[in-house]
């Protein structure tokens, strides 16, 4: 039902007005008397309940825009500021908690970058302290001649 189980404060709602449900209509006398406030108060607690996940699944939406538009082109220029390319040469493929680079160098370039250690490690904490996220960082080489 639209993903609403997913929400744990939802569900607990929703177990709610199951039980409401079953109680009032397992009793006769209960029905007769109360069902016109027992049935408004089911299309207000469904009502409420679908207002809250919309919010939430637009909050994660607009969430994800940004996570994909300014953090990709911000991380694109530190994996290139660190590896000593120009931001074209990367690119960068955002997912929810990691990150995957191309990047292209040159022989001679690669050979340099042989020698240094924990050059993914180094932009994670940078990422990190730029938008305040844990991001796995990882690089693939992709040799292009100069």
């Keep these: 039902m639209l993903g609403i189980h997913i929400l744990g404060s939802i569900g607990a709602i929703l177990t709610i007005i199951m039980i409401l449900i079953s109680g009032v209509t397992s009793s006769g006398k209960l029905w007769n008397e109360k069902s016109k406030i027992f049935i408004y108060l089911i299309v207000i607690f469904t009502l409420t309940v679908l207002i809250v996940n919309s919010s939430r ?3 994660e939406l607009y969430e994800r825009a940004q996570y994909s538009g300014e953090f990709v082109e911000s991380s694109r220029v530190i994996i290139s500021s660190y590896l000593g390319v120009m931001p074209d040469d990367v690119r960068v493929q955002a997912e929810p908690h990691a990150l995957k680079a191309q990047v292209k160098l040159d022989p ?9 250690k924990g050059i993914e490690d180094v932009i994670e904490e940078s990422i990190r302290e730029l938008v305040g996220r844990d991001v796995r960082v990882s690089i693939e080489y992709v040799l292009s001649p100069s």
Excluded: G, N
């Design 108 to 116: 001679l370039k690669l050979e340099d970058l042989k020698y240094v």
């Design 57 to 59: 699944a637009s909050a």
